[in-house]
């Protein structure tokens, strides 16, 4: 993941606002004159600080990125007397806890990758990025709990965690995120 540049306080307000609108309404229905009014920007400031749409929209992914990996690491360091064989289990309550706070609409990620086709589109590489890491977080946490087979149990678990996200976020199955962490339990025994 690449860090997040220092932004000045007008382009963290247009970043802050964006990502709201962005998730909130989609990327298509929200334009760049509204995400400048809602920010108190000039146009010219957002294209000087973003360059392009574009950009902007990769810009909160990368943050947004960094905050669900941010959560993520947190909420597994704060259960150090956690064994390793249970450790892949609490990036489930990461989830419980970000889609309670966070995740009405489901995955940002998800849902900007259903609206961005082009795949020459920034934001589309940044989405790659943080699956990619999701799924190298789960294999880690799996071999270190000495898992056989850490890469399918890993890939099993990165499924559960994305089918978990949809399901809660479309009220189809409730207590969407402990089903999915139970099954998760069964495969890690």
Same mark, same amino acid.
């Given at each position: 993941?690449?860090?997040? !540049?220092?932004?000045?306080?007008?382009?963290?307000?247009v970043l802050?606002?964006?990502? +709201?609108?962005?998730?909130?309404?989609?990327? &298509?229905?929200?334009?760049?004159?509204?995400?400048? #009014? /809602?920010?108190?920007?000039?146009?010219?400031?957002?294209?000087?600080?973003?360059?392009? +749409?574009? /950009?902007?929209?990769?810009?909160?992914?990368?943050?947004? =990125?960094?905050?669900?990996? #941010? &959560?993520?690491?947190?909420?597994?360091?704060?259960?150090?007397?956690?064994?390793?064989?249970?450790?892949?289990?609490?990036?489930? =309550?990461?989830?419980?806890?970000?889609?309670?706070?966070?995740?009405?609409?489901?995955?940002?990620?998800?849902?900007? &990758? /259903?609206?961005?086709?082009?795949?020459?589109?920034?934001? !589309?590489?940044?989405?790659?990025?943080? +699956?990619?890491?999701?799924?190298?977080?789960?294999?880690?946490?799996?071999?270190?709990?000495?898992?056989?087979?850490?890469?399918?149990?890993?890939?099993?678990?990165?499924?559960?965690?994305?089918?978990?996200?949809?399901?809660?976020?479309?009220?189809?199955?409730?207590?969407?995120v402990s089903?999915?962490?139970?099954?998760? +339990?069964?495969?890690?025994?």
């Open positions: 993941m690449t860090t997040t !540049r220092t932004l000045t306080p007008a382009a963290e307000r802050d606002v964006a990502g +709201k609108l962005f998730y909130a309404n989609g990327i &298509h229905a929200v334009g760049v004159d509204s995400i400048a #009014a /809602a920010a108190r920007v000039t146009k010219k400031t957002l294209y000087d600080r973003f360059g392009s +749409k574009e /950009a902007l929209v990769a810009e909160y992914l990368r943050r947004r =990125d960094e905050r669900w990996r #941010a &959560h993520v690491l947190e909420v597994v360091a704060r259960s150090p007397r956690t064994t390793p064989a249970r450790r892949p289990l609490l990036v489930f =309550d990461a989830l419980d806890e970000w889609m309670a706070a966070e995740n009405v609409r489901g995955c940002g990620f998800v849902n900007a &990758h /259903a609206e961005l086709p082009d795949s020459e589109h920034p934001g !589309r590489a940044v989405i790659k990025e943080q +699956k990619e890491w999701m799924l190298g977080y789960l294999r880690e946490l799996a071999e270190a709990a000495g898992l056989r087979a850490a890469g399918k149990v890993a890939e099993s678990l990165f499924i559960l965690i994305e089918g978990a996200t949809v399901a809660a976020s479309l009220e189809v199955v409730p207590g969407a089903n999915a962490k139970r099954i998760a +339990k069964q495969l890690l025994e």
